[in-house]
């Protein structure tokens, strides 16, 4: 059994947190990890900062300019957590667009994430149908879950498919936006969160986009395994850095 | 209905390698739909109707195909200008917006988003909106906003919203995210009207066959002024591809016909300021399309340099990636510099004062050799207005 799969058995409202790899400083990235995991973090998604990340609001996408001006890459990104392994327990997924693990080249990128102890990757402009073709095998010899995303628009019959082909866990888009923290759930999600779970699915499921505090985070974990911060985090580490104490405060307020 | 060729797209929107839909779940929906009605829409009697008319009274279609005869004096040859600058709006862009107002009114859609960079495809989609009585917001870089003054007020005479893009390089690249960030919060109700031949499948292809009017009329009038019923040479310039994809669309599979597409290499090739993709060409993923482009050893797009705000985009559609790749098109590039003597030139053979992009495609003829029974096609993609405020600089006038 593996990271994943071993959270999914064994924890209820799980508290995932997204950040941006190389923000607000290039080495910050293991102390922020390690200190979300000192403060009772379940799952991190490690962002990969992109030059024109489109499925992102303002304060991720201001996130990535900045690493990329600090600097920050994915070769950089490997060499900052390739001993991770020996501090961090928690599952790490990383996160990010597709072309830059395009031009790495998947194959290595893969094998990369094997050797770091990565468990799982998001790719949201990754087509569905081209994963299955091309690198369902690729992902699944190496361990390496892929997750999806599913969206209010998403029909059930895609979503039945997306489940079949799942191996971490299902990224539930908790409405039609970009990334961005939001100060409530609205009765139009609670319905959509409804009618996935009635889907019968066997993926566990996050729920992720607009959760920032602990009401959000709250009401998402009724209708899922739990919820993912990620603009609300971001804020607060642009404002704090690797700052222990503000981490732990942070993550505590939530869960 | 469509017959493709293999330089078209397939039904999963490849071109050889290129191409494909590489969008976030979030616009998967919105792709789908799109993808499910646009070849029905076009190829059906009633938007056909519409469409035509529209062009012919609106846009003020046919463009006439000039013979220019001091320029082929010059060169030596026979020069035939397709007049895009004399459309309404002054380029070949209301070809396009026209076309994919009428899809998305079919399409039941009440808000039209777009992107635009220097302006022109704006212009043309706030026209569109206007005449169509539709809600449309126009998404353009701030560093755009403030290089193409006129046109924002056009777009805002036109009654368009003109919406800032104030992320990354806040260009043409930064609008189009924007514009797709908009689409993802507003899937329901909106139509995204993108500008050139990009983006996710079916965006290429849709775009190319609203601008295949243009080879339609130049296949038609070659006939009618030169003793064959096509021409040797068909040069355009390409930003995103679309006056070329349009000029190119009905020969491309008549091998007769030679198409040269000419880039922007603005400083130079190997300047770092530069547009010409092709020419440092590296696949990769752009706006949900596989093709060439330009970016760093690290997969991050490169921010391109062009003096001509229209063909400054650091990628080109995933037709003409394959077009240089089965070397059915010879991709050539100018500078900066050799489109605005191109431009001089032409304006004081001719009396045409053409756009900076398509002097691009008019600084080709510099670089490549005719004979004299050769029929040049030169796309004309709009009219040098635009560009005023740039010639004077450059030139001093
Ligand atoms: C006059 C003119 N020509 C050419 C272009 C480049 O676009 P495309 O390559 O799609 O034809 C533009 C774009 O703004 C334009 O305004």
């Not at chain 1, 974990?221 to 704090?240: P, R």
């Not at chain 2, 039941?108 to 005449?131: D, F, N, P, W, Y």
């Not at chain 2, 009207?193 to 609203?210: E, F, K, N, Q, T």
Request: glycine content about 8%.
């Amino acid at each position: 059994m593996n990271r994943l799969q071993q959270l999914f058995r064994d924890k209820k409202d799980i508290c995932s947190v997204y950040f941006t790899a190389g923000y607000p400083n290039i080495d910050d990235t293991l102390p922020v990890l390690k200190a979300l995991e000192d403060a009772g973090t379940d799952l991190v998604e490690l962002g990969m900062p992109f030059s024109d990340p489109l499925a992102d609001g303002p304060t991720i996408q201001a996130s990535s300019e900045q690493a990329l001006e600090n600097g920050m890459s994915i070769k950089r990104l490997f060499e900052q957590i390739k001993d991770m392994r020996q501090t961090i327990s928690m599952p790490v997924v990383l996160m990010g667009y597709f072309n830059p693990v395009f031009k790495y080249g998947i194959e290595n990128f893969i094998a990369k994430c094997k050797e770091v102890g990565v468990d799982g990757l998001i790719l949201p402009d990754l087509p569905f149908d081209e994963y299955r073709e091309k690198y369902l095998e690729l992902f699944e010899e190496a361990g390496i879950a892929n997750i999806f995303l599913i969206t209010p628009q998403t029909s059930d019959e895609r979503i039945k498919l997306i489940d079949a082909n799942s191996n971490g866990f299902i990224y539930v888009v908790s409405s039609a936006s970009v990334t961005g923290a939001k100060k409530e759930v609205e009765q139009g999600q609670i319905n959509y969160f409804n009618r996935v779970n009635n889907i019968g699915l066997q993926s566990p499921r996050l729920i992720g986009f607009g959760i920032s505090n602990r009401s959000t985070f709250k009401t998402a974990c009724q209708h899922a395994s739990g919820a993912i911060i990620g603009s609300a985090f971001v804020k607060l580490i642009g404002e704090h850095g690797a700052e222990g104490s503000k981490i732990e405060e942070f993550i505590k307020s939530i869960k | 209905m469509s017959t493709r060729n293999k330089y078209q797209a397939d039904e999963n929107g490849m071109y050889g390698q290129f191409g494909g839909a590489y969008i976030p779940e979030m616009l998967y929906p919105n792709i789908e739909n799109l993808k499910a009605v646009y070849e029905d829409i076009i190829g059906s009697a009633a938007f056909q109707q519409e469409y035509k008319s529209l062009l012919k009274d609106y846009v003020g279609r046919p463009s006439p195909l000039y013979l220019a005869k001091r320029l082929s004096e010059k060169y030596q040859t026979n020069i035939y200008l397709k007049r895009e600058d004399l459309n309404h709006t002054g380029a070949h862009k209301i070809n396009n917006t026209v076309g994919q107002i009428l899809i998305a009114k079919h399409m039941g859609k009440e808000r039209i988003i777009a992107e635009t960079g220097a302006g022109q495809h704006g212009v043309a989609s706030a026209t569109a909106c206007a005449l169509m009585g539709l809600k449309c917001v126009v998404y353009m870089g701030e560093v755009d906003i403030k290089r193409q003054a006129p046109n924002v007020a056009r777009m805002k005479m036109l009654g368009a919203e003109v919406k800032a893009a104030t992320s990354g390089s806040r260009t043409l690249k930064d609008a189009t995210n924007e514009a797709l960030r908009d689409w993802i919060c507003n899937p329901e109700d909106t139509f995204y009207l993108i500008g050139s031949v990009v983006g996710p499948h079916p965006y290429p292809d849709m775009v190319a066959r609203l601008q295949a009017v243009i080879s339609e009329e130049i296949k038609q009038q070659i006939s009618e002024k030169t003793n064959k019923d096509y021409p040797d040479y068909v040069i355009a310039c390409v930003g995103g591809g679309s006056n070329a994809a349009g000029s190119f669309y009905h020969f491309l599979d008549d091998e007769r016909v030679k198409l040269v597409a000419v880039e922007a290499s603005g400083m130079g090739v190997d300047s770092g300021e530069t547009a010409a993709t092709i020419a440092l060409g590296d696949m990769g993923i752009i706006h949900g399309s596989k093709t060439y482009l330009m970016q760093s050893d690290d997969g991050q797009i490169t921010e391109p340099y062009s003096i001509s705000a229209g063909l400054d985009y650091p990628g080109i559609g995933p037709q003409h990636a394959h077009l240089f790749d089965t070397n059915r098109a010879q991709f050539l590039s100018a500078t900066d510099k050799e489109a605005l003597d191109a431009a001089l030139q032409l304006t004081q053979l001719e009396g045409i004062i053409p756009a900076l992009e398509s002097s691009h495609a008019l600084a080709a003829l510099d670089k490549m050799t005719f004979s004299e029974n050769d029929s040049v096609v030169i796309t004309l993609s709009g009219r040098g207005d635009k560009d005023m405020a740039t010639y004077m600089e450059r030139f001093g006038f």
